[in-house]
């Protein structure tokens, strides 16, 4: 009679050959994060996947019919030691994923684009091999001359979310789509103005670092198109036990230095809210020896708080910031920070 501990090695190796069996016969995709950078150089981020299709979300959806796409979301199954083949502007580059299906490409170019705006990047499934050819478009955004940049959260800066109450967040995520998601309003406008900026023809990058997990990232791309609010390259988050573990704030100061150091020699003007951690992290990166002088502006959209503490720690910060030159401005709505912005030349 065969030994309990034989019997179980034999059923996994059975298991194992039909789950990677049902792995290598299942419908892949290659998910392409905008990008960004500069005439030299050129960052893209993407992701291989099993291809679980939401279907597109319209107003009339039902709550059910939103749990469902927000299901498939999370329930995505990645694929670990991918090859991809991705060309842009001439450059082409191949990657392998991690072991949570992600890879990043860098294109460096040998002699600087002349190209502004959304640049096209082919990419394409060499491994695993498929059935049929796995492909995809992605975009970088290439900057020129730009007055400054931007930098925004999500959650509570743009879109409402109430992040501070925890159930009111999940039922919307859980039961909404992008189209019954609503923006603060003035936000759209307000950030069309800094893109346009106060020189004739310029076209200032925008980039928005988020928490939300990058499951999340048709949705956050569709409220962004539907609102009419500028698309920029999105910043979201890797929702591993370890990541969680590390908490939010170091995804985000991480992001933000990488985006400076990408695009050296130019400012930023940051915006956040007062519900998180945004103050302190913008703080460090204004206080930032490699950095400093590089923030003309801060903006921290006030959310409502018990917690009087906190409103003295961010007043703190803005004090602070106040002495080395750094206006971080509290304001209660858009409205002011287009004042703000208005008055400090950043906007017409």
């Not at 609503?182 to 928490?211: D, Q």
């Not at 048709?218 to 409220?223: I, S």
């Amino acid at each position: 009679m065969m030994e309990p501990t034989g019997f179980r090695n034999i059923l996994d190796a059975v298991l194992g050959r039909l789950y990677r069996r049902s792995k290598s016969e299942a419908p892949l995709m290659i998910a392409a994060y905008n990008g960004h950078g500069t005439p030299e150089v050129q960052r893209l981020r993407g992701r291989v996947m099993v291809n679980k299709m939401t279907i597109a979300p319209t107003p009339l959806d039902s709550a059910w019919l939103n749990f469902r796409n927000t299901w498939r979301r999370f329930r995505s199954e990645e694929v670990e030691g991918a090859r991809i083949r991705a060309t842009c502007a001439g450059v082409t580059l191949e990657a392998t994923t991690d072991d949570e299906g992600f890879f990043e490409l860098t294109f460096v170019q040998s002699s600087p684009l002349l190209l502004e705006g959304w640049v096209n990047v082919h990419l394409e499934l060499l491994e695993p091999l498929t059935t049929e050819l796995v492909t995809t478009e992605g975009q970088v955004w290439v900057v020129q001359q730009p007055e400054y940049g931007v930098i925004s959260d999500i959650d509570d800066t743009v879109l409402s979310t109430n992040v501070a109450l925890r159930m009111q967040m999940i039922f919307a995520v859980l039961f909404r789509n992008a189209h019954n998601r609503l923006p603060f309003e003035g936000v759209a406008e307000f950030y069309r103005a800094l893109v346009e900026g106060c020189k004739p023809g310029s076209h200032n990058p925008i980039f928005y670092v988020s928490s939300s997990p990058w499951n999340l990232y048709d949705l956050l791309t569709d409220f962004l198109r539907l609102n009419d609010i500028p698309l920029g390259t999105l910043f979201l988050r890797d929702w591993s036990m370890k990541t969680l573990r590390a908490g939010h704030g170091p995804h985000k100061l991480e992001t933000i230095f990488h985006i400076l150091d990408t695009h050296p020699g130019l400012d930023f003007v940051l915006i956040g809210d007062s519900g998180e951690k945004d103050p302190d992290i913008y703080r460090e990166v204004a206080l930032s020896v490699q950095h400093r002088g590089r923030i003309r502006a801060i903006y921290i959209r006030v959310v409502r708080s018990r917690n009087r503490r906190r409103a003295e720690q961010v007043d703190k910060i803005a004090l602070e910031l106040a002495g080395v030159g750094v206006q971080m401005v509290m304001v209660p709505d858009t409205a002011a920070a287009v004042q703000h912005a208005r008055a400090r030349g950043l906007i017409k």
